[in-house]
């Protein structure tokens, strides 16, 4: 295996350095253009390179050809002059390098009619059939935008899709010939963060989209992370792969074209309806949304039980439609609200209990619904915390059946059961979708589809930071998801009177030091693909939240998260990582969202 720590550019003189940026340069030229006359570039380097060392042995050159060399050596002076006036060395562990230049069509790359689970297996087959495959990734190189040479930003028109490349490369610089980097993109300012959607082209390139509405211009900053190169994320190992190569963060200034006057047709917004109204707003595989906020309140700090209930003003706290509708400061964010191809409600707490008074829901999930069901009652559904405990030490067991009464209106209540999926024993974990091979765990959860009354309204699922500390391969995730259909097809069909509703609620993606883990946002992306993929194609009729996407624009740091969890009860006591009482604002927006998909219109 290629040592990771290599740094080829690192002691090289600037005439070496300048020489070995224009024959990469070239090389970019030509791949992207036409792969097949850049295989046989390369094939023709190499055998003129080995060339060059049997001819090494003394062989004197021609008067002639000490002419041309000097001639040559006059014009790498040359040229070097130029490309480093062009050319800017990133101070980094690895060199990051931005590329000029218009973005090469991706056509021969996009996908085929297969199923994104085939595909997925079929290039993990793939992996390590090639030389290039045991190659590290060492730099990336930006194209497709004019990145300034100096320090000034990027300017980026407003309502505009703007397109770029990454590409990786080698020790050697030479570009990587398979794909399977997997890049923590983010984009962000003051009032904006979304992570750009990356497409993974599967010829070492990586396309990126941005975009951002008029309502938000101004200075934005984005950067793109190698965490994991070559698959490895999705490795049974801890840590062995963690490349955590960090891009220099790129100034970008979106401007409106419209010259400031507001623009009542931003492209994002234009098109974004309700997500309780508009049919099929739960039916999308995968989400590209963004968290924005139109009030800043700089002095927002934590009260007296660590909470921030406190920081939007009434005349700022009207959510901006159609992004959301209700008020921004129920979600206690210091105005930051989730929304992506629909906009979400925000509930008034009597609100809420209209839309699940006489409900039934059933959660099957790891510890992280505990979390969401315990701040949908305590700040959705003003539910008091028991006389027995306190708002930090309160915490719902992993397995339970509970009534919740409106304490407002007593006629008013909610029955919930929450059934752990991390192992069949409620005390331990690591097992995820296998839960299902104990016949006792299996007998559980029938029950509560058998008996002579109601069966459940609707059943919220989720599955996969166990699931990623327990499946040694993508292929034995595949069939323990296939089983797990399977087995949920044959309980939901069982009520011969009705039949639940079923949400799917992806894995969030793990935060902070969590992101090098077993169970790292590059599995936990894979497997969530795979798992509604497969579901929806079973279960047509699956409703999807996609917690992975609203969560990663916040999974960089522990500020938010523990690491495997966004909604830890408030707590005036400082993490030891923050210096602050912690945020848990997205589980809080998570609960608003189920809520979207549990009461629609």
């Given at each position: 295996m290629v040592s990771s720590s290599s740094r080829p550019w690192g002691s090289c003189t600037e005439v070496k350095c300048a020489v070995a940026a224009l024959d990469l340069r070239e090389r970019i030229r030509i791949e992207m253009e036409d792969p097949t006359a850049a295989k046989s570039q390369h094939e023709a380097s190499d055998r003129a390179s080995h060339s060059r060392d049997e001819a090494k042995g003394g062989r004197s050159r021609s008067k002639d050809e000490s002419v041309a060399a000097g001639t040559a050596a006059l014009l790498v002076v040359f040229v070097c002059g130029l490309l480093l006036m062009q050319w800017r060395v990133w101070p980094s562990s690895r060199q990051q390098e931005f590329g000029h230049g218009s973005i090469p069509s991706p056509d021969r790359a996009q996908p085929t009619s297969e199923s994104e689970t085939e595909s997925i297996l079929a290039r993990l087959s793939e992996n390590g059939t090639r030389a290039c495959h045991d190659e590290h990734t060492n730099h990336t190189l930006f194209s497709g935008l004019e990145f300034p040479l100096d320090e000034t930003p990027l300017r980026l028109s407003t309502n505009t899709l703007h397109r770029l490349l990454l590409t990786s490369y080698n020790a050697e610089g030479r570009r990587r010939c398979a794909g399977g980097d997997f890049y923590e993109t983010e984009?962000?300012?003051?009032s904006w963060k979304s992570r750009p959607p990356v497409q993974d082209f599967g010829n070492g390139s990586y396309g990126v989209t941005l975009m951002v509405d008029s309502a938000f211009q101004g200075l934005f900053s984005f950067s793109a992370t190698l965490l994991f190169d070559c698959f490895h994320g999705l490795e049974l190992m801890e840590r062995e792969w963690d490349v955590r190569i960090q891009s220099p963060r790129v100034k970008i200034l979106f401007y409106d074209e419209a010259r400031g006057e507001k623009s009542p047709s931003d492209r994002i917004s234009r098109g974004m309806g309700s997500c309780r109204s508009e049919?099929?707003?739960?039916?999308?595989?995968?989400?590209?949304?963004?968290?924005t906020r139109g009030w800043i309140n700089d002095s927002c700090s934590a009260d007296g039980q660590g909470r921030f209930a406190s920081c939007v003003p009434r005349d700022h706290d009207a959510c901006t439609e159609p992004r959301c509708s209700g008020r921004v400061s129920r979600l206690e964010s210091n105005s930051w609200v989730y929304s992506a191809h629909c906009g979400f409600r925000i509930f008034e707490t009597q609100e809420a209990w209209d839309c699940v008074s006489g409900k039934w829901l059933l959660f099957w999930g790891d510890s992280n619904f505990q979390d969401t069901i315990r701040n949908l009652m305590l700040f959705v559904l003003g539910v008091p915390v028991p006389y027995w405990s306190t708002l930090p030490d309160f915490q719902l067991p992993r397995q339970f059946e509970e009534w919740f009464v409106n304490p407002g209106r007593p006629d008013q209540a909610l029955h919930i059961s929450m059934i752990f999926n991390g192992h069949y024993n409620v005390y331990d974990g690591d097992l995820g979708l296998d839960s299902l091979q104990n016949p006792d765990y299996r007998e559980w959860i029938i029950r509560h589809f058998t008996g002579e009354g109601a069966t459940p309204d609707t059943v919220i699922m989720n599955s996969g930071l166990h699931d990623g500390n327990h499946f040694r391969t993508v292929g034995d995730f595949v069939g323990a998801v296939d089983r797990a259909i399977s087995f949920w097809q044959m309980v939901l069909d069982i009520p011969q009177t009705k039949r639940s509703n079923l949400i799917y609620r992806t894995t969030v993606a793990p935060a902070g030091e969590s992101r090098g883990m077993q169970s790292n946002p590059h599995k936990m992306e894979i497997f969530n693909k795979v798992l509604v993929e497969r579901l929806q194609a079973a279960?047509?009729?699956?409703?999807?939240?996609?917690?992975?996407?609203?969560?990663?624009?916040?999974?960089?740091?522990?500020?938010?998260?523990?690491?495997?969890?966004?909604?830890?009860?408030?707590?005036?006591?400082?993490?030891?990582?923050?210096?602050q009482p912690h945020h848990y604002f997205v589980d809080l927006m998570l609960a608003h969202v189920l809520l979207n998909a549990i009461c629609p219109v």
């Open positions: 984009l962000q300012s003051q049919p099929g707003s739960f039916s999308r595989k995968e989400w590209r949304g963004r968290w279960m047509p009729s699956t409703q999807i939240v996609d917690a992975f996407d609203m969560t990663f624009p916040f999974h960089f740091d522990n500020n938010y998260s523990d690491g495997g969890h966004y909604g830890r009860a408030p707590n005036v006591n400082k993490w030891p990582w923050f210096g």
